[in-house]
């Protein structure tokens, strides 16, 4: 079947613009991860969707990040006034629940010059 | 906090010899750990995951608390073993989410 989808798979932008990443999950899976995957820093946790759930915010780095996920399905990330330190592969992961198996997507690879 | 730390960066053996990829994790509590593998072009895909206690691709990892480590090792290494290894733990972070805590990575070279 099909895997997690993310789009676009490379985006160029100029600091200061504002981008938006899309993730599809698997159908059915009710859990949907996003990371961030960084030469310094490794892959880090961003955000965290459960059903209806108030999402686990925890990972966002700064209040320029945000993200939402309609229907219980495609979630989108943003980052607002981009800077060059937002420059990284942003993944996105889903699970068929909490503490399930994550299946990764592709990835976004974000470049902000 | 959870920590998860991988000593090697990278790690060069040749086709045949064993391989031992070391994790060792810092989590106060009965974490989950997991190996994902990266094939190059590829996506991050899972390995293994402690709790299934399977062996994929001639694969194995045991779980010993006692050393808080999660080592990755396989008998004969294969040139298609060639990939980035991360080491993961999952736990309940309070906020009711089960995110992954992922090490550096270890790239993995095997010579043929």
């Known amino acids: 079947g099909a895997g997690v989808s993310q789009s676009p798979s490379n985006k160029v932008t100029e600091k200061g613009k504002d981008v938006e990443l899309r993730c599809d999950p698997i159908?059915?899976?009710?859990?949907l991860y996003w990371y961030r995957q960084s030469l310094g820093q490794g892959l880090e946790f961003l955000i965290y969707?459960?059903?209806?759930?108030?999402?686990?915010k925890s990972g966002l780095p700064s209040d320029r990040f945000s993200a939402e996920r309609t229907g219980g399905s495609v979630s989108t990330l943003t980052i607002q006034r981009t800077q060059q330190e937002d420059s990284a592969v942003y993944l996105c992961?889903?699970?068929?629940?909490?503490?399930?198996?994550?299946?990764f997507g592709p990835g976004t690879r974000l470049l902000v010059l | 906090a959870q920590r998860v730390t991988q000593p090697e960066k990278l790690l060069s053996v040749f086709k045949g010899a064993p391989v031992e990829l070391k994790c060792n994790y810092s989590y106060s509590g009965s974490p989950e750990l997991f190996w994902y593998v990266q094939y190059s072009r590829q996506r991050l895909q899972l390995l293994l995951r402690?709790?299934s206690r399977e062996s994929i691709k001639g694969f194995t990892a045991d779980l010993n608390k006692g050393e808080t480590s999660f080592h990755l090792k396989k008998p004969f290494a294969q040139e298609e073993d060639s990939a980035m290894y991360y080491c993961a733990l999952s736990g309940d972070s309070g906020a009711g989410s089960y995110q992954l805590t992922f090490g550096k990575g270890t790239k993995l070279s095997v010579i043929p």
């Open positions: 402690h709790i």
């Open positions: 159908s059915g899976h009710t859990a």
């Open positions: 992961a889903s699970s068929l629940a909490e503490g399930g198996t994550q299946y």
């Open positions: 969707f459960q059903g209806n759930s108030a999402p686990d």
